[in-house]
């Protein structure tokens, strides 16, 4: 099996929703754009990438999102060296219904109380319902790594809590770890790094807001 020697993950720059949530009781959630800070964001991480990537292939799998493709357009990277596919089970979490912001705001609360992990918001998902959906992408990307000419750099352009649910499958990290780890700011990057010992490193951690109990113990 020829695993790559880094997975790149990225956060899209910032978009409307992040600057104004009020967007999104107009313009559906996949279709919301960049803000000009955004492009900037997209801009600087792809400056640091070229540098990480420089000669090698990529394999670049893109949410199908509108500001996850226009982060990975402006992340400027050689498009004879990047091979992009676009990857739905990377896509945001489903929110439901923007349309009622009382409703919405509500549920925010309610899903602070019960746990970002369980919580399903009505006419939309769970931090579970991703995590599975990232779960069944993984094991298409395991499948990939059989190729003998795939590329040694894979860079997956998302969202935060995508990326966090990414490493929690990937490292096995518990429900209660992953509960307290804030999302990445807009256009930041984790990387997954290949050890001599054939594991994976991180980069470096998610910040956290709290400190994980043992399974079941709840949050202290």
């Not at 000669?55 to 990047?82: I, K, M, N």
């Not at 000419?149 to 096995?172: E, Q």
């Not at 980069?203 to 807001?209: H, I, K």
Request: overall charge neutral; proline content about 6%.
């Amino acid at each position: 099996m020829g695993r790559p020697q880094r997975i790149v993950l990225v956060r899209h720059g910032e978009s409307q929703g992040n600057e104004d949530d009020t967007v999104y009781e107009r313009v559906p959630d996949h279709a919301l754009e960049l803000t000009a800070e955004g492009r900037r964001q997209a801009a600087r991480a792809g400056a640091r990438l070229r540098k990480v990537f420089g000669g090698e292939r990529v394999q670049a799998f893109v949410s199908p999102y509108r500001r996850t493709w226009h982060t990975f357009e402006e992340l400027g990277l050689d498009p004879g060296l990047v091979q992009a596919r676009e990857e739905p089970r990377l896509r945001e979490q489903d929110w439901g219904n923007w349309q009622d912001p009382e409703d919405i705001q509500r549920q925010r609360k309610a899903r602070d109380a019960y746990g970002h992990f369980f919580y399903r918001f009505a006419m939309g998902e769970s931090g579970a319902d991703v995590h599975d959906r990232v779960g069944a992408f993984l094991e298409t990307l395991y499948r990939a790594f059989d190729k003998p000419d795939f590329p040694p750099n894979v860079l997956l352009v998302t969202h935060g809590l995508t990326m966090r649910l990414f490493c929690m499958r990937w490292f096995h990290w518990t429900v209660e770890e992953f509960e307290t780890l804030s999302n990445p700011s807009n256009g930041e990057t984790r990387m997954l790094l290949l050890q001599s010992s054939g594991r994976y490193h991180l980069d470096r951690p998610f910040e956290r807001w709290g400190t994980p109990c043992p399974p079941g113990g709840g949050l202290q």
